[in-house]
């Protein structure tokens, strides 16, 4: 099996085991009748969402610049949480920040990021319309791939912000992401081209999902069929946001 392959496979049998012991206990709790809790617990008081306690951006980033959950948080010279608007109806999903991300703790400044600045325009849009993160929020060292435990330590911070942000169309840029947004092996080629469905959480409506080519697979294969394929990905997310679709 490649070495994208047993990531894939360890990361997904950790999703799938999250999603079945989560699933339980949020059943378990809803299960206990509010006016009826065991009178040796203390009542399970509800405070998601509460004015005090509501998760928000700058709590996860701030979060984010403190975490040490993997060996990469001793290697980065900076974290990078991500960034964008707050309410963005689409959100950017990439793989792990470059060694200009780590420099600036900002994700997607170098080249592959000025590339997909060039597609967030010709969408007609800014790149402060949108939320741009990772799936990894520190560098790996040479820019290897992520590994599962990175992978595993690190996708709750994005799970929170998509959950902050609650956007329409969620764009996973490259297999990295789709596949782990997705829980699939799927190649990337099978992935992109419709749209798929990121599974938010119980209770919460599931969120389209785009893959398409990552910006950096773009730069090193810059032929017009790579370019148009992305670019017909990018349509149907224009299209199915209502939004103008430039020809
Ligand atoms: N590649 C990514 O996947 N993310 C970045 O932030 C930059 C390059």
Redesign the pocket.
């Known amino acids: 099996m490649t070495e994208h392959g047993d990531t894939n496979k360890v990361v997904r049998q950790h999703l799938e085991m999250e999603a079945f012991f989560t699933g339980f206990a949020i059943k378990g709790r809803s299960d206990v009748p509010a006016e009826q809790p065991h009178a040796s617990e203390e009542p399970v008081v509800e405070t998601a969402g509460t004015p005090e306690t509501a998760d928000n951006l700058e709590v996860i980033a701030a979060e984010v610049r403190q975490c040490r959950r993997c060996d990469l948080g001793s290697e980065r010279a900076n974290a990078?949480p991500g960034e964008g608007h707050s309410n963005a109806r689409i959100m950017f999903v990439?793989?792990?920040?470059?060694a200009?991300?780590d420099a600036q703790g900002r994700?997607?400044?170098?080249r592959?990021?000025q590339l997909l600045d060039k597609i967030i325009a010709a969408c007609g849009l800014k790149r402060g319309d949108v939320f741009?993160g990772?799936?990894l929020k520190c560098r790996p060292p040479g820019n290897r791939d992520p590994r599962p435990d990175e992978i595993i330590s690190c996708l709750p911070y994005l799970q929170r912000q998509i959950e902050c942000i609650e956007p329409e169309i969620i764009v996973a840029?490259?297999a990295?992401?789709a596949r782990t947004l997705l829980n699939t092996s799927k190649s990337i080629g099978q992935l992109r081209g419709h749209f798929e469905e990121y599974i938010a959480g119980i209770g919460r409506p599931p969120i389209k999902l785009m893959a398409t080519y990552?910006?950096?697979y773009l730069l090193r294969n810059y032929t017009p069929d790579t370019r148009r394929r992305v670019w017909e990905d990018m349509k149907k997310v224009l299209a199915e946001l209502g939004l103008p679709v430039p020809d």
């Open positions: 990078v990439g793989e792990a920040p470059g200009d991300e994700p997607f400044v170098g592959a990021g741009i990772n799936i840029l490259g990295h992401a990552h910006p950096a």
